[in-house]
């Protein structure tokens, strides 16, 4: 009669799993490059298209703070949208094996959040570099952490990591490697045209908007910035122009703490709904 094989423990298959994905990413050198090469130029753009007028009127810092929002997401989606789809056959053997697919959602995406982690750092080198570069100050105090810097980090690595979460959503969806690149530029511009800042949203459009990461994302930086209390552009030439506070950006430490929250909501559901198709994915269902 044969022994039946005891099954390692999650915690140990997580940690194994983990170790695994790591060393994979480490040997794609060219992805891994491409991965850190964005967060470098990003900020570099920033700085030298929209930087002289960050933190100087309204128009040019949310301008700013809305290409540093496209970037973390179009970062995200890029660091995931890849992951499962290319491991769609190895899913299913080692599902057959005894796999335990929240263990390897969980290995894919505490891989990617230290990805995020790092791409997130060069990011906000943006800051950094509009105050050294044109003298612009950043707003003088926190309205959770010590530093506004350190919100603008909390703040764009929440939504590239909640950005990085669709993509492994998107990954474990589609059935070709094809099929997921092609997905990925209609997710973003999805987002940048529901995001509220290039458009107005009114009715069925604003109520849209809420499920877009990235009208959190500006809502979060232009919270942190304090956009309503800059001037207008036109104000400098006209002084009596109005300048309506717009809700979206209250200037305060419950309505930031509240966005937060919201992108963190947004990564635990689409991790969750990940890992329900990579069930179908195992059970050659799909």
């Not at 179009?74 to 263990?103: A, M």
């Amino acid at each position: 009669m044969q022994t039946e094989q005891r099954r390692v423990s999650a915690w140990k298959e997580l940690r194994v799993l983990t170790w695994q994905f790591l060393l994979i990413q480490l040997h794609s050198r060219k992805n891994l490059l491409l991965s850190l090469t964005f967060p470098i130029v990003a900020p570099a753009i920033t700085v030298w298209i929209a930087g002289e007028n960050m933190f100087v009127h309204f128009e040019g810092t949310k301008s700013a703070c809305f290409v540093l929002v496209s970037a973390a997401i179009w970062g995200g989606l890029f660091n995931s949208i890849q992951t499962v789809v290319q491991e769609r056959e190895n899913i299913k053997r080692d599902y057959e094996s005894g796999l335990r697919l929240r263990c390897y959602t969980a290995s894919r995406a505490g891989v990617q959040f230290v990805l995020c982690v790092v791409q997130t750092a060069l990011l906000t080198s943006s800051f950094i570099g509009v105050r050294e570069r044109y003298g612009n100050d950043l707003p003088k105090q926190g309205l959770i952490l010590d530093s506004p810097l350190q919100e603008y980090f909390v703040t764009l690595m929440l939504l590239m990591f909640a950005a990085d979460a669709i993509g492994l959503f998107v990954s474990s969806m589609v059935k070709k490697p094809e099929s997921a690149n092609v997905v990925a530029p209609y997710i973003l511009i999805v987002q940048l045209i529901f995001s509220g800042i290039l458009f107005p949203m009114e009715g069925a459009g604003k109520i849209f908007s809420y499920g877009m990461l990235s009208r959190w994302g500006m809502e979060g930086l232009g919270s942190i910035s304090d956009l309503n209390e800059l001037p207008l552009q036109i104000q400098a030439t006209v002084p009596t122009v109005p300048h309506e506070a717009d809700a979206m950006f209250l200037h305060s430490d419950w309505h930031l703490l509240g966005i937060w929250l919201i992108l963190l909501g947004f990564s635990a559901l689409f991790l969750v709904a990940g890992n329900l198709f990579l069930h179908r994915i195992a059970k050659n269902s799909r």
